[in-house]
C-alpha cells in the first residue's frame, strides 16, 4: 500500500488491514454478522439486480450486480474489514449485510446496512447495525460514525433513528450528483 494512501487514511483515523484485531465475526441475541463469503456472491448480485436494492445504489444490470457484489467481498481485502453477512443463528445463509463501509473517495467512515427480500420487519437491520456501531467505536476505533440513507427509505432512516443517529444537513455528500440524507451517530456513542 502506498505512503500516500496511508496517509490519507491516519489522516481520517482510519486504521488499517494490518492494524485490525482478526475479528470477523460478531454475536448478538438473534444473530451471526460474520465475514462474508463466495456464498454470499449469488443472494447479494440478486439484491443488486432487483428494484428493492434501488435506494441502496443497486437496481442495476446483472455485470453491474455482480461487480458490486465482489466489490464487497474485496472491500474486506482491501481494508480487512467491511460489510458483514447477517446470519439467523444456527443458519449460515445470509438475510443481508450490515457493517463499516469507507471505499476510496467516500467523505467519512460510514455503517450501512441492507436486508435481502423477506428479512424486513423483524428488528434485524437495527439489530445487526447497532452491533455494527459498536465493531466501529471498539475495534476499528472510529470517531465518527454515519449512514449514508436515501431520502425515500423510510426503513433505513427508522433504523438509524433507533440507533440514536442524528440528520446531519451539513455533512459532506458521497456522491453529491446524488444527494442523500446522512445520519450521524452521537460522538459520545457508548453503543
Known amino acids: 500500500m502506498g505512503d500516500d494512501v496511508v496517509q490519507y487514511f491516519k489522516i481520517r483515523g482510519v486504521r488499517l488491514q494490518n492494524d485490525i484485531h482478526d475479528m470477523t465475526t460478531i454475536e448478538t441475541q438473534r444473530l451471526i454478522l460474520r465475514k462474508p463469503s463466495p456464498s454470499d456472491v449469488e443472494p447479494l448480485t440478486l439484491f443488486y439486480n432487483s428494484e428493492r436494492s434501488s435506494m441502496a445504489g443497486g437496481n442495476v444490470n446483472y455485470a453491474e450486480s455482480v461487480t458490486r457484489a465482489y466489490a464487497v467481498l474485496g472491500h474486506w481485502t482491501h481494508r480487512g474489514y467491511g460489510l458483514f453477512a ?10 443481508g449485510m ?5 471505499p476510496l473517495g467516500r467523505p ?3 455503517v450501512g ?7 424486513e420487519g423483524n428488528g434485524y437491520a437495527t439489530e445487526a447495525a447497532q452491533a455494527a456501531v459498536k465493531f466501529t467505536r471498539e475495534t476499528l476505533k472510529w470517531k465518527e460514525v454515519v449512514h449514508y440513507i436515501d431520502k425515500h427509505n423510510a426503513g433505513s ?3 438509524a433513528e433507533r440507533l440514536g443517529a442524528y440528520l446531519d444537513v451539513n455533512a459532506k455528500q458521497p456522491k453529491p450528483d446524488k444527494p442523500c440524507l446522512i445520519y450521524r451517530q452521537p460522538s459520545d456513542e457508548k453503543s
Open 98 to 102: 450490515a457493517g463499516p463501509y469507507f
Open 86 to 95: 447477517i446470519t439467523l443463528k444456527g443458519y449460515d445463509e445470509a438475510i
Open 113 to 119: 446496512w441492507i436486508l435481502f427480500d423477506g428479512a
Open 157 to 159: 432512516i427508522a433504523v
Open 108 to 110: 467519512e467512515t460510514e
